[in-house]
């Protein structure tokens, strides 16, 4: 029987402890997606307690406390922030097979050194030991990113945003790159006419254009495309249900941005023309400036009307969509390949029924254009990223694409206590390997199958986006 959480957790043979030992545990990050608030690595932010920097925003630990019975009010409600972890510790017990099993004991290890098992009779123990560590300077938000090797923070952040703390970032001593993302999604949300004419004014603000007609919106978008270039910020992301690719005319495009700007709903078909017309002009921009954009597909979000009108949006109940993805994400891609104006291209989908679907469409795009691996189908997302949701991902990518050339983890998270993803990720990895070696499947060559853990672990995201150079230190291996 071997003990829970060793240091060779997952890794099931010795070329699995070799390759993760060896070639992948010492690498730096690479945090290329995430949802981390920028303005608290900023201020260096110093927590308070765990709750704070555990409970508070992780709608994963509050769908497994609602399914455990847990009332509101020690979730998202008043309760003391005691009073919400002494509610996650009764809860934890429950979560066995569960990755946040995994995830919660990995990270009081790695990040306080906290080997006990978290439970009601340890609660307070752990309550106490973790917060009086918290107050200590090798607590501070910035601290911990270094302290787990993270070279590259990517946020997620709205063309409106003043951008003022990635700003400040950029003109500190903090030698971690925190970079913008490129998020555009409520500039394509018409459903709500209302919500869309306030989002059009803060946009407008921001890019200082009074947004009166669909070229007044381009210009605007246009300009904030160039304010994020020039922080750094080389992605977009896009958060939708499917691709839309409907065919269109400028004119129609123009045409149903008027009709919305004079308060007027959209049908569904104006609709898709609508964002058909405006993806393929942010594509566009993606395309010139070399960026990479990113389509997180399939999310069915805030289902119940009770806790988004109690909570807010991610509240935790969103689920797998069962949208159909594959016609139109053809079409979309054909689209901008036919005017070679197809940026790198990283696709992600939330339901596993698409896995093969996704692994085999960016196959049909790839060129030389951009180096190896111009199409990417993205890493195990959101409810799939988990051991097996990981390994599901890269078994249909090594059987329908080139494994060798993937750009590996990110974490898309909004907590600062993470990035044990990012090593859970390699042992999986590593295991899948060497399980393949021990079968005899794959030959035995250990300084091959290290080069390709390297490659994806860390060194094809460093070609891939051509971040600027960073000073942490990186074990000196052949990355050709």
Same mark, same amino acid.
């Given at each position: 029987?071997?003990?829970?959480?060793?240091?060779?957790?997952?890794?099931?043979?010795?070329?699995?402890?070799?390759?993760?030992?060896?070639?992948?545990?010492?690498?730096?990050?690479?945090?290329?997606?995430?949802?981390?608030?920028?303005?608290?690595?900023?201020?260096?932010?110093?927590?308070?307690?765990?709750?704070?920097?555990?409970?508070?925003?992780?709608?994963?630990?509050?769908?497994?406390?609602?399914?455990?019975?847990?009332?509101?009010?020690?979730?998202?409600?008043?309760?003391?922030?005691?009073?919400?972890?002494?509610?996650?510790?009764?809860?934890?017990?429950?979560?066995?097979?569960?990755?946040?099993?995994?995830?919660?004991?990995?990270?009081?290890?790695?990040?306080?050194?906290?080997?006990? +098992?978290?439970?009601?009779?340890?609660?307070?123990?752990?309550?106490?030991?973790? !917060?009086?560590?918290?107050?200590?300077?090798?607590?501070?938000?910035?601290?911990?990113?270094?302290?787990?090797?993270?070279?590259?923070?990517?946020?997620?952040?709205?063309?409106?945003?003043?951008?003022?703390?990635?700003?400040?970032?950029?003109?500190?001593?903090?030698?971690?790159?925190?970079?913008?993302?490129?998020?555009?999604?409520?500039?394509?949300?018409?459903?709500?006419?209302?919500?869309?004419?306030?989002?059009?004014?803060?946009?407008?603000?921001?890019?200082?254009?009074?947004?009166?007609?669909?070229?007044?919106?381009?210009?605007?978008?246009?300009?904030?495309?160039?304010?994020?270039?020039?922080?750094?910020?080389?992605?977009?992301?896009?958060?939708?249900?499917?691709?839309?690719?409907?065919?269109?005319?400028?004119?129609?495009?123009?045409?149903?941005?008027?009709?919305?700007?004079?308060? $007027?709903?959209?049908?569904?078909?104006?609709?898709?023309?609508?964002?058909?017309?405006?993806?393929?002009? +942010?594509?566009?921009?993606?395309?010139?400036?070399?960026?990479?954009? $990113?389509?997180?597909?399939?999310?069915?979000?805030?289902?119940?009307?009770?806790?988004?009108? $109690?909570?807010?949006?991610?509240?935790?109940?969103?689920?797998?969509?069962?949208?159909?993805?594959?016609?139109?994400? &053809?079409?979309?891609?054909?689209?901008?390949?036919?005017?070679?104006?197809?940026?790198?291209?990283?696709?992600?989908?939330?339901?596993?029924?698409?896995?093969?679907?996704?692994?085999?469409?960016?196959?049909?795009?790839?060129?030389?254009?951009?180096?190896?691996?111009?199409?990417?189908?993205?890493?195990?997302?959101?409810?799939?990223?988990?051991?097996?949701?990981?390994?599901?991902?890269? !078994?249909?990518?090594?059987?329908?694409?080139?494994?060798?050339?993937?750009?590996?983890?990110?974490?898309?998270?909004?907590?600062?206590?993470?990035?044990?993803?990012?090593?859970?990720?390699?042992?999986?990895?590593?295991? +899948?390997?060497?399980?393949?070696?021990?079968?005899?499947?794959?030959? &035995?060559?250990?300084?091959?199958?290290?080069?390709?853990?390297?490659?994806?672990?860390?060194? !094809?995201? $460093?070609?891939?986006?051509?971040?600027?150079?960073?000073?942490?230190?990186?074990?000196?291996?052949?990355?050709?």
């Amino acid at each position: 029987m071997k003990p829970f959480l060793d240091a060779d957790f997952l890794l099931r043979t010795a070329t699995a402890r070799t390759l993760y030992h060896e070639y992948a545990a010492a690498l730096p990050i690479l945090d290329y997606h995430c949802h981390l608030p920028p303005n608290e690595i900023a201020e260096d932010r110093q927590f308070e307690n765990l709750t704070q920097i555990w409970l508070a925003g992780d709608h994963y630990k509050w769908r497994a406390m609602r399914a455990n019975g847990v009332a509101e009010h020690y979730i998202t409600g008043a309760a003391s922030d005691w009073e919400k972890f002494e509610k996650w510790a009764e809860t934890v017990p429950y979560t066995l097979r569960s990755p946040l099993y995994h995830w919660t004991h990995l990270e009081l290890q790695r990040y306080f050194g906290i080997t006990e +098992l978290l439970r009601p009779q340890s609660a307070r123990h752990i309550w106490e030991q973790a !917060n009086e560590q918290l107050q200590t300077p090798a607590f501070s938000v910035r601290s911990l990113l270094r302290r787990l090797n993270v070279q590259v923070v990517c946020t997620t952040d709205d063309p409106a945003d003043s951008l003022e703390h990635h700003q400040a970032l950029a003109a500190s001593d903090f030698l971690l790159r925190v970079l913008p993302t490129f998020r555009p999604d409520q500039a394509l949300a018409v459903e709500n006419v209302a919500a869309y004419h306030a989002y059009l004014r803060k946009l407008g603000a921001a890019a200082e254009v009074d947004i009166q007609t669909y070229e007044d919106l381009l210009l605007a978008l246009r300009r904030r495309h160039d304010v994020f270039h020039a922080l750094g910020c080389r992605l977009s992301d896009h958060g939708l249900e499917r691709l839309y690719a409907t065919d269109h005319t400028a004119g129609q495009v123009s045409r149903a941005f008027h009709q919305v700007r004079a308060g $007027q709903a959209l049908n569904p078909g104006e609709r898709d023309v609508f964002k058909s017309g405006l993806l393929v002009e +942010l594509a566009r921009l993606d395309h010139a400036r070399g960026w990479t954009q $990113q389509f997180h597909l399939g999310a069915l979000r805030n289902t119940n009307t009770r806790l988004r009108q $109690q909570v807010g949006a991610d509240a935790g109940t969103d689920s797998i969509g069962d949208f159909s993805q594959g016609r139109h994400l &053809a079409a979309f891609l054909d689209c901008l390949d036919r005017q070679n104006e197809l940026a790198q291209t990283i696709i992600y989908n939330l339901n596993p029924a698409d896995n093969e679907l996704m692994a085999s469409m960016v196959g049909n795009f790839q060129d030389g254009s951009a180096g190896p691996g111009k199409m990417q189908w993205g890493a195990a997302w959101w409810f799939l990223d988990q051991k097996d949701g990981m390994e599901k991902q890269l !078994n249909a990518l090594s059987n329908l694409g080139l494994l060798s050339r993937f750009v590996g983890m990110l974490t898309d998270s909004r907590s600062f206590l993470s990035y044990p993803r990012h090593e859970y990720f390699r042992r999986i990895l590593c295991n +899948l390997l060497g399980q393949d070696v021990e079968n005899g499947e794959l030959p &035995a060559d250990l300084p091959g199958l290290g080069q390709l853990v390297q490659n994806v672990c860390y060194y !094809n995201a $460093q070609r891939y986006f051509k971040f600027d150079p960073v000073t942490t230190p990186v074990p000196e291996r052949d990355a050709n």
